[in-house]
């Protein structure tokens, strides 16, 4: 009996050295833990052995059971790490060193990742509209519920014109015109270029992107938000990703939220990208302030409706894997050679 206890030991060790992924290895732990596994057979054969040997035979079989398990287990680990390595191996990083080999002319990664994004969103009813890039401070400010004064300016530090106009610092600028020019309902996207004072870093430019949408209906609630979002991630990065969403304060939502994609690299499991936390920080949003949408000229007893902003730039970079930011508008063709969408 205990001379078949090292078979099925020797059999197993054999059969795992040729499993190649997980499903493989799912059968083989069938294979000997399962109900009619070779392991469970060794159990159910204790009838069998004499009274006096049974208590050791059954210590014997369960010591094989764990070291099954737990090889069963480090090589999961194993697979699992080797498949990740292998999908980071695969994701092309824009590389600075590596010469200009192509000079043909190709489109702009924001261009590209704006394009997929219109077409994502006229694919679901979305109008396209421009924003302008110098903006009366009633349209950058005080039209989405930033008055005079309020702290949420400090937040953008802004290129103030000596005619007292200013170079718009979020895409939130366009609500204003938007909703007076269409009315309710309403389903906008409002792609954009936008500008502050930053001090520059690999993650923080003065002139940056962003794409801003609005839906204004009745009967619109924060689902909506969520369902038009995640299939516009499904859709940028070709894989159903999980959402979630965290309060967050903007004067012109309420309530208002930050959404998180779980990190489409890793699938979740923490890698550098999303700095092992498994998500990454998207795009805020919410329900659009009622008094925003007054300002709008839109009656608040018939209709509500949410308001994304998404970075523009930061997507882009998520999708073409750019680490340093300054590099989108640095002008250097390698860049473009890169980034090229065949
Ligand atoms: N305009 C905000 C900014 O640039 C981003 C934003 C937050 C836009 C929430 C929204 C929103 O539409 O609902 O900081």
Known sequence: MVNNLDKVKQKFIEKLGSVNNEEELENLKVEFLGKSGEVTNLLKAIKDIPNDQKKEYGALVNTLKNEI???????????????????????????????????????HPITVTQHKLIEIFTSMGFIVEDGNEVETEYNNFE?????????????????????GQLLKTHTSAAQNRIMKKYGAPLKVIFPGRCFRNEQLDASHENTF????????DKD??????????????????????NVRLRPGFFPFVEPGFELDCSCPYCGGKGCNVCKQGGWIELCPCGMIHPEVLKMGGIDINKYQGFAFGLG?????????????????????????????VK
């Open 69 to 107: 398990d737990a090889e069963l287990n480090k090589y999961k680990t194993l697979l699992e790490e080797k498949k990740l390595e292998e999908e980071l191996k695969n994701t092309k990083v824009v590389d600075l060193t590596i010469p200009l080999n192509e000079c043909t002319g190709s489109l």
């Open 143 to 163: 039209a989405v519920n930033i008055p005079k004064h309020h702290p949420a300016r400090d937040m953008q530090d802004t290129f103030y014109l000596s005619n």
């Open 209 to 216: 992107f962003q794409c801003e949408g609005m839906m204004i």
């Open 220 to 241: 619109i609630s924060i689902s909506n938000l969520i369902y038009f979002m995640k299939q516009m991630l499904s859709s940028v990065f070709g894989k159903e990703l």
């Open 312 to 340: 523009l730039s930061r997507l882009t970079m998520m999708n073409f894997n750019i680490k340093d930011i300054r590099l989108l508008n640095g002008g250097n063709l390698k860049v473009l050679s890169q980034t090229k």
